[in-house]
Nanobody, 126 residues
Framework: QVSLVESGGGLVQAGGSLRLSCAAS????????IGWFRRAPGKGREFVAA????????WYTDSVKGRFTISRDNAKNTVALQMNSLKPEDTAVYYC???????????????????WGQGTQVTVSS
């Protein structure tokens, strides 16, 4: 079972940038795809981005394409989410999650992820 810890959240003005990090321990990190999800106040959990086990494939929700970049370093057991041109609507708690290889196909489905971090708050002021 992979354990995940997010960091890097904070308060930023609209148009600014933040870099979130997800550190993994306790399992075969490189055998898991990793996803980022977010939950805004009063809303449900939303898929943001995902990266394949070897980092060769990435997926993004439409609202963050061209602004966010997901990457991973399997040697360091970390995944990063670089967030640029932030908007107030990006305000949310951001979670990273590990998707085991035997789970379902779709990266945007939260149910396909087995381990979750505790989340990190991102607040974008207008």
């Amino acid at each position: 079972q992979v354990s995940l810890v997010e960091s890097g959240g904070g308060l930023v003005q609209a148009g600014g940038s933040l870099r979130l990090s997800c550190a993994a321990s306790g399992g075969a990190f490189s055998s898991h795809s990793i996803g980022w999800f977010r939950r805004a106040p009063g809303k449900g959990r939303e898929f943001v981005a995902a990266i394949s086990r070897d980092g060769s494939s990435t997926w993004y929700t439409d609202s963050v394409k061209g602004r966010f970049t997901i990457s991973r370093d399997n040697a360091k057991n970390t995944v990063a989410l670089q967030m640029n041109s932030l908007k107030p609507e990006d305000t949310a708690v951001y979670y990273c999650a590990a998707k085991p290889p035997y789970s379902g196909t779709y990266f945007y489905l939260a149910d396909n992820y087995g381990s979750w971090g505790q989340g990190t708050q991102v607040t974008v002021s207008s």
